[in-house]
């Protein structure tokens, strides 16, 4: 990794005026409004155009400065990019924060209602796009020339409505007032097929005739790194009727079929699938992936055309990151253009693809990784899977050169030949990878024992690991301001692009005077919590209660069930007990369930049925609160995780890939409570055990259990506890006397539990009573929490990009 010096701002000195003449500029000319009639909205995309204005100014230099220094480039290509909000992102990356917090106090403006009109750009599931986020910030941070490329859904996922108790989706509909972040590129359109058939032409080569064609147009936002040196870009695709096609059904007078065929065209990135780890086999998904794929992969050798002559060294000047399977298509897609548009022989294609591709695997979980039926790709991708079939057949060659079995090549290729029905996204996209990575040390470990057992032995240097983390700016720096103080006032303000700076805190971790300090901050940002719970839900809770916190997609292997479980056996207890000295408690939980898994949705369910028991059980009172936050997202997050006193990290071990949530949980000073399962193995290394709460099984006890098919009952008949929960949930206690509701939930705990909830729960449960007495000692807690603050900077998102950048990528870096 070399490092390119690099000049700033050329273009600096066009904006003249002041920011806040800027922002008045744009109410004026661009929202149309004077000060008297705006509203609050128009101011939001006021300061936000201003702002923009002052992005574009380093994205001009950072994409000259990339194309004379021929950086090599990186692309990222995810289906998801969990944004969120881009104002207050913007405008402290850009050293603005301040400036528009006085312009707006001088105007009398809500400047916190200004920053909360902006929509939250949720175009993705949970953290696989989440993650794709913190990643854009930290190559525009660590001075990676790097783009994202994803879909411009018109809706993302769904919004999340209670209706006593159950989920219901509703539409998410982010782009109705407009975006004021996006530049449209009418210039930037590339044509995608589908469908038809390939023949031989007259010379003997290979021709795909298409039947279906579809345009993509690109919408490309401005992503700033740490104090704006660095200006990336999110090019997200719309899709829309091809012209020609159009052009032709006006020509015939068949106005109707033209319209029609928009709408279906455009249906192709009008929504997100909601499915994060289920949901297969879906056409319109494979579509989707095809058209973003297919685009970026058109749109990055054009650029490359602009600076090389030839595509042979693609490899040495382009690095393309595949986020999870869902652009795996890539590998066929790349071999098509390469053979059928530049006319190199399949080798060749092959070679250059495997010198450009690398792949990124996020779950272990059979059922999630991506298999399509052949005989849709036969219908709707008909080259393809003629490439895909000549993958398979040059892999056969360089593993029976290596003196493999049959049987075992038949397992790694990409169509099983004894069951040839199914295409393997996940073997595509390992076999045409230059690097496979997984997301935390333990995961990685994981893949080559399991789902990548025998391509590890046939490949041995091919996986390698980058532990995920976070970006600081977005988790701690704007989403705690208090916390940020805090810390700069004792060491500085490096540890925002530096965050293992935060190291410095640790001698302060037993300062009396800094621990109250700390814990101000924290009970500042619980205070903040309470209210925005009480306005979201109408409970209201005590600040000075343990707020414990398990936010994220609701998932049988997340266990959010084994945490209202224990907030059952919690209130049993207290019952038994009501003049016990216990340690009040908030359970607050929010997630969202994929609309198609009954079982997740069952789950909420439940938990609101024990939120209403509970809550409303005058003899309870403060002890135990329980809290189903609806519609979680992004900017929820922002608010739940700085005021959490413990975080929950409880998934079946051996399931949970990574978890980046626990990693803003700790570093805002909550304490986990978690198994050794994806980061927080290394998590608790970096903070000290002792100061992480660890319980239950291990991963390969859980696959040994899961292997014999242990049986729940053997178990369950020594635990009275868990059997009083049992009869709970069978006689209607929490729903209304409704002896049905669970009964899925109750014939799995009993006959299957393959989550492994019941030989986790009393370990679960002590590990709780003991947390319980932990926090009762508050300044032994205080210096806990400063611990895992002062020892998470290891866990920032920069070190992840270094690293790929390093062993992945081979990028050199701006700075
Ligand atoms: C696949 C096919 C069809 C429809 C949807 C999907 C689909 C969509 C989203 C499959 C998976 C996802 C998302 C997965 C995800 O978020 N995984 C999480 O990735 C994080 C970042 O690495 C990890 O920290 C989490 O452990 C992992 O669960």
Redesign the pocket.
């Known amino acids: 990794m070399k490092a390119v010096s690099h000049t700033l701002a050329d273009t600096q000195d066009l904006i003249t005026e002041s920011f806040g003449d800027s922002i008045l500029r744009h109410l004026i000319y661009s929202v149309g409004k004077d000060i008297s009639h705006a509203v609050t909205r128009d101011w939001c995309v006021a300061v936000s155009l201003a702002v923009r204005d002052r992005m574009v100014e380093g994205w001009i230099d950072t994409t000259r400065e990339i194309y004379k220094r021929k950086q090599k480039r990186v692309y990222y290509l995810s ?2 990019f969990m944004i969120g909000r881009l104002l207050e992102d913007s405008l402290t990356n850009l050293g603005l924060a301040d400036e528009a917090r006085a312009f707006f106090e001088a105007k009398g403006v809500n400047f916190h209602d200004v920053l909360h009109a902006e929509q939250d750009a949720a175009l993705g ?5 989440r ?1 794709a986020a913190c990643f854009m910030d930290s190559m525009a941070t660590v001075g990676v020339a790097g783009m994202g490329y994803g879909i411009r859904y018109q809706h993302g996922i769904f919004r999340q409505n209670m209706e006593d108790g159950w989920q219901m989706e509703e539409p998410e509909d982010w782009l109705v007032e407009g975006n004021a972040w996006e530049f449209r590129r009418p210039e930037v359109v590339y044509d995608i097929d589908f469908g038809g058939s390939v023949v031989t032409d007259e010379n003997g080569k290979t021709v795909w005739k298409p039947t279906e064609q579809l345009q993509a147009l690109a919408f490309d936002l401005p992503i700033a790194g740490w104090e704006g040196k660095h200006v990336n870009t999110l090019r997200l695709w719309s899709a829309r009727q091809s012209e020609s096609m159009n052009l032709k059904k006006f020509n015939d007078g068949d106005f109707i079929a033209a319209a029609r065929q928009q709408i279906l065209a455009e249906t192709v990135s009008k929504v997100l ?1 909601p ?3 289920t ?2 086999g879906r056409e319109l ?1 494979l579509k989707q992936e095809v058209f973003f794929t297919s685009a970026s992969l058109q749109d990055l050798i054009r650029r490359f055309f602009t600076n090389y002559e030839s595509l042979d060294n693609l490899g040495d000047h382009v690095a393309v990151q595949l986020n ?1 399977t ?1 652009p795996a298509i890539a590998v066929p897609e790349l071999i098509r253009i390469l053979m059928d548009k530049y006319d190199y022989s399949f080798d060749a294609a092959l070679k250059i693809a495997r010198e450009t591709l690398h792949y990124t695997n ?2 272990l979980l059979p059922e ?1 990784l ?1 298999k399509w039926p052949k005989g849709l790709f036969e219908r709707i991708l008909p080259r393809h899977l003629q490439i895909i079939n000549m993958i398979d057949g040059a892999f056969y060659q360089e593993a029976m050169a290596k003196g493999l079995e049959h049987h075992i090549i038949a397992g790694m290729q990409v169509i099983h030949p004894h069951q040839q029905d199914w295409v393997r996204m996940g073997n595509l996209a390992f076999i045409g990878a230059r690097k496979v990575n997984g ?1 935390s040390a333990l995961h990685s470990e994981l893949m080559k024992e399991t789902v990548f057992h025998d391509l590890n032995i046939m490949y041995p240097d091919k996986i390698v690991n980058q532990t ?1 983390g976070v970006t600081p700016r977005r988790w701690v720096l704007e989403c705690n301001p208090h916390l940020s103080d805090l810390i700069t006032e004792n060491i500085g303000n490096e540890w925002i692009a530096d965050l293992e700076q935060l190291e410095k805190l640790a001698p302060l971790a037993t300062d009396k005077a800094f621990q109250k300090k700390y814990m101000d901050v924290k009970l500042a940002n619980k205070k903040r919590l309470a209210d925005y719970l009480l306005e979201r839900t109408g409970v209201s809770v005590n600040p000075a209660a343990m707020f414990d916190i398990q936010i994220k997609r609701i998932h049988e292997y997340k266990r959010q069930l084994m945490n209202i479980l224990e907030a059952i056996a919690l209130y049993n207890a207290i019952k038994d007990n009501p003049k016990g000295d216990w340690q009040p408690r908030v359970k607050i939980f929010a997630g969202k369930a994929a609309p198609s898994y009954f079982l997740a949705k069952l789950i909420i369910k439940l938990i609101t049925d024990v939120q209403n028991v509970v809550n409303n059980d005058p003899e309870i009172g403060d002890k135990l609160k329980v809290i189903f936050l609806p519609n979680y997202n992004v900017s929820a997050a922002e608010i739940l995780i700085p005021g959490a006193d413990l975080s929950e990290q409880i998934s079946t071990a051996g399931f ?5 949530g626990n990693m803003k949980f700790a570093l805002n000073g909550a304490l986990t409570i978690g198994t050794l399962d ?1 980061a927080n193995v290394e998590m608790a290394e970096h903070v000290g055990h002792e100061n992480f709460f660890i319980f239950g099984m291990e991963a390969h006890e859980v696959a040994e259990r899961q292997h014999r098919r242990a049986r729940p009952s053997e178990i369950i008949k020594d635990l009275p506890r868990f059997q009083q929960i049992l009869a709970q949930l069978e006689d209607g206690t929490f729903s209304d006397g409704d002896t049905d509701r669970y009964k899925d939930i109750l014939d799995n705990l009993k006959h299957h539990d393959y989550f492994q909830v019941v030989p986790d729960f009393e370990a679960y449960w002590d590990m709780q009573r003991h947390i319980d007495g932990v926090f009762a000692d508050k300044s032994k807690w205080a210096e806990m929490a400063i611990l895992n603050t002062a020892k998470m900077g290891w866990f920032s998102s920069d070190r992840t990009i270094r690293g790929y950048a390093k062993d992945i990528w081979d990028a050199d870096l701006a700075f």
Do not use: C, K
């Open positions: 289906m998801e599931n949970g953290g696989l796009g993650l699938y499915g994060d780890h949901e297969q998904r999870d869902h996020h779950t999630a991506e997301v995920n949970e890939a990574s978890g980046t994806g």
